[in-house]
């Protein structure tokens, strides 16, 4: 009885076959590696871009900049790495998976103070350091962290608001949270007076804000660039997309600045 | 006191040798390798990373004394309200007949299983400043010390209340009756017969509620918030240093890993000579 062995055997190769070209002539997946302050932003730009690239699917994966150089340098498969920082996007490229120089900066994010919907006691910069506020922001190791320190820092110096300004301010924190997220979440629910977060997180909870001068704040650069294994036609055709008007328009909605001196 | 046994053994006997079999333990010893590999191998590359030498060094710094302080203070704390707030329900448990028993029983054990994470957010949503309780009644409580204990007790609570339930529940209740025969109130019958009885797995569940209790993480950075010197325990800092000072880390991971196995040690051995 060997006959029906020998169809079942040339039956599924050719299923597999069939399932092999079927997979060639479908979609292709785009797989981007994303900040997380990114999600909004990039989950409308890849709608948009896998509506004007039938045939490419875009697969996000966002986590901290951290997070997600450390996954590169591991070795996960990725075609694509948008990072918060520049600071990142080097980890990847010290580790070979991101070619020196392919980097493109295309946005930009700022801090903001933000307080409680309904408001509280501090309106103006200058009440964070009433006694009794109370104030969150991130950890030392987030960077979002280290840019809150930067501009306490330089609001005492130069931006005259006393030169005991960062040690009260320090002074009434309350807790450093472990991301920038976290600073939303509780400010929003009323648990502290006021934090500090990105221009974009403002925008994604309900909280009001209080503006800090620009030569105050502290500018965050975001890089995107392909990964030096992954699929180089897309990944180009997609950071085009990224820096397009269009692109841009859509990071400006969600709060992020454009890069100064960009050709858009 | 039998409640003061291993929980692996919950009745210590001398056990008879099945007729027949060799009571060797070889082949099981060689099963048991890989889970007994798999737990003992992280711990120790966790020892070999630090050294004596970086662990006394760190000891010294404000930031590794100041987690240690605020960790030993509150979970002190925390296992007093344990024991105060969780023998009456253990008791209640153990000895009382009530409809809805097995419910309270299961509401007592929830937090055990209930991840830290979610403890954390429903603490904050009733006794936060704009909580069910915490609005109405103007409390201030997150970002305190005191909602680094209301986080662990939360969490921990579960451990002291089942070990003395059980212990309560190993009281013979002919002892119970004879005292009530003699004229011995609700209260003295607890008091003077059930917890002198009940007494080592009390302190065996009040031991168990510290040791978690000291690891508890995901609640007290939710409701309590980070901040050297006054809500930042032994495992938010490690959880922090890893990102900024490893060494730092480390050396408290050391630190909570020896205190939490001589916790166990104490449970399991030091208590089973009483």
Redesign the interface.
Known sequence: MHFPLRHLLVASFMLLAACSLGEGAQRQTLTVYAAASLSGAFAEIAEQYEWEHPGVSVRLNLGGSQQLAQQLVQGAPADLFASANTEQMRVAQEAGRVAPGTEVLFATNRLVVITPPGGTEVDTLVDLVRPGVRVILADEAVPAGRYARAFLMRAGVAGGLGDDYEKNVLGNVVSYEQNVRAVLTKVALGEADAGVVYESDALAGDVGRIAIPAELNVVASYAIAPVADGAEANAASFIAFVLSPRGQAILASYGFGAVTGMES | MAAAGSPFRPRERREQPVPGSRRRAGIWWWLSLPMLLFLTVPLLALLLRSSPATVTHYLRTPAVQQALALSLGTTNVTMVLAVVLGTPAAYLVARRRFPGRRTVEALLDLPVILPPAVAGVAL??AF???GLIGGPLGLEI??TPAAVVMAQLFVASPFFVRAAALGFASVEPELLQAAALDGAGAWRRFRHVALPLAWPALLEGAIMAWARALGEFGAT??F????PG??QTMPLAI??GF??ELDMALTLAVILLGLSFFALVLVRVGLRKW
């Not at chain 2, 309590?224 to 901040?227: D, F, I, Q, R, S």
């Open positions: 904050l949503l936060g400043r704009r997150t970002f950075i939710i309590a918030g980070n901040l006054r809500t959880y922090l990102e900024l």
